[in-house]
């Protein structure tokens, strides 16, 4: 069997549970949105050098997979959709309040490519904002999606900035938008 099957040369793709639809519909996008945020985070943890951070991303990787495939399991499949908990989003949270704790990370706006690394997940972080926009749209539209996907996505947007910056703060770079005289809100950054 060949990965050139054709059933999508009509513009046509099967969701879990052997459901046909368009490739533009709004669960396709959503999912398909997933996938390039993991591909992005891949790239990202290809070129780090923390192995903390590195082995954190290849851990969230497998989880959005999980993801992923519960977005493309619509209730009407036949075929169960995979399991997200509330700990899969507290692992992210415990992340996120781990990194925030560390003396001298950044909380104000930065100014993303200062340094290489940092800058991928910047391109990660973006990709998954559009993720989380994509999966609101298909809860607006009505659909039913897993109740922890939107929050792990949402809190995994967050993480992604915050490995960003403790690579910054490793290497010695001010990604910092704003100087001292023009410093906002604390936890302005990720949007």
């Not at 999606?145 to 960003?164: C, G, K, T, V, Y």
Request: glycine content about 8%; hydrophobic content about 40%; charged content about 25%.
């Amino acid at each position: 069997m060949s990965i050139a099957t054709k059933r999508g040369d009509g513009g046509q793709t099967g969701l879990a549970g052997g459901i046909r639809v368009s490739k533009a519909d709004l669960r396709v996008d959503a999912y398909g949105t997933v996938d390039e945020l993991n591909s992005t985070l891949g790239f990202a943890r290809s070129i780090c050098k923390n192995a903390d951070i590195c082995s954190a991303v290849h851990d969230i990787q497998k989880t959005l997979f999980r993801v992923g495939s519960s977005l493309a399991t619509p209730p009407e499949s036949k075929k169960a959709a995979p399991p997200l908990t509330e700990e899969d989003v507290d692992r992210l949270t415990d992340m996120v309040h781990a990194i925030e704790a560390k003396d001298g990370i950044l909380s104000d706006w930065s100014l993303p490519g200062a340094h290489a690394e940092s800058a991928a997940f910047e391109v990660a972080r973006t990709v998954c904002r559009r993720a989380e926009r994509c999966v609101v749209r298909l809860i607006e539209s009505g659909a039913a999606i897993h109740p922890q996907a939107l929050p792990f996505i949402n809190r995994l947007s967050d993480l992604i900035w915050l490995f960003a910056r403790q690579i910054e703060l490793e290497c010695g770079v001010d990604s910092r938008l704003r100087d001292e005289q023009h410093a906002g809100a604390k936890w302005s950054r990720a949007w």
